[in-house]
């Protein structure tokens, strides 16, 4: 399974967006990328997932770069509902991979 | 909807005591895992289940925990006999087999005194 570098923590004031890097230089040919975030008390969400291309869906929207060594999950207009742990988790998925969680980062969303 | 339920929400027990938690995935995953999370980090993998089989138990200290997901629906965790630094949010989730895309129960927080 691929190591994965987040920053432990970062701010970001409410409605402007939030931009939240991964490095994961050791990411297989075979593995996506998957961002989860988890809500204090609350069990982990899954956000989004990409291979190689970029991905936008209603939450967030995921840059890789072309070499797939990191990636960026983007919140466009972050909330204070957005205040979460983001963990990033390069998987094969499903039964070639399990979700193996990293620290995170805590992103903290300020009025 | 529904999404995964998982009961007790809380448990406090003593050392040594036995502890059970249950969980009710998603209708129609047929894949089902059981994480723990210790405070201030990421959930860390217990046991996967295929439908019945536990085919990912590695993680799991089988000198005290077991677990078990009879006719391939719910699934049950237990603890005998619990230690202090088993202290933790157990979580179940569930998925469609082939994805990553894991769906969380909130989790089980045990306090062990």
């Known amino acids: 399974d691929a190591k994965t570098t987040q920053p432990p923590s970062m701010d970001c004031a409410e409605g402007r967006a939030a931009n939240l890097p991964c490095n994961h230089s050791?990411?297989?040919?075979?593995?996506?990328v998957y961002w989860y975030r988890q809500i204090h008390s609350q069990g982990p969400q899954y956000i989004i997932h990409?291979?190689?291309n970029n991905e936008t869906n209603e939450m967030a929207s995921l840059i890789i770069t072309e070499d797939r060594k990191s990636s960026t999950l983007i919140l466009p207009h972050a909330t204070l509902r957005d205040t979460a742990v983001y963990y990033c988790?390069?998987?094969?998925?499903?039964?070639?991979?399990?979700?193996?969680f990293g620290k995170g980062t805590k992103l903290s969303v300020k009025p | 909807e529904a999404g995964v339920v998982q009961s007790p929400r809380y448990k406090i027990i003593e050392k040594k005591q036995p502890v059970a938690f249950w969980c009710n995935p998603i209708?129609?995953?047929?894949?089902l895992y059981w994480y723990l999370q210790n405070l201030g980090q990421g959930p860390e993998l217990l046991i996967r289940?295929?439908?019945?089989?536990?085919?990912?138990d590695s993680q799991l200290p089988k000198d005290r925990f077991s677990a078990e997901r009879l006719k391939g629906v719910d699934s049950t965790l237990k603890i005998q006999p619990a230690e202090l630094g088993d202290s933790a949010v157990y979580l179940c989730?569930?998925?469609?087999?082939?994805?990553?895309?894991?769906?969380f129960g909130e989790g089980s927080r045990l306090t062990v005194l």
């Open positions: 289940y295929e439908n019945e089989e536990a085919v990912d």
């Open positions: 988790i390069p998987t094969a998925g499903g039964s070639q991979g399990n979700l193996i």
């Open positions: 989730a569930s998925s469609n087999s082939g994805t990553g895309e894991l769906f």
């Open positions: 990409g291979l190689k």
């Open positions: 050791t990411i297989s040919g075979n593995e996506y």
């Open positions: 209708s129609g995953h047929n894949t």
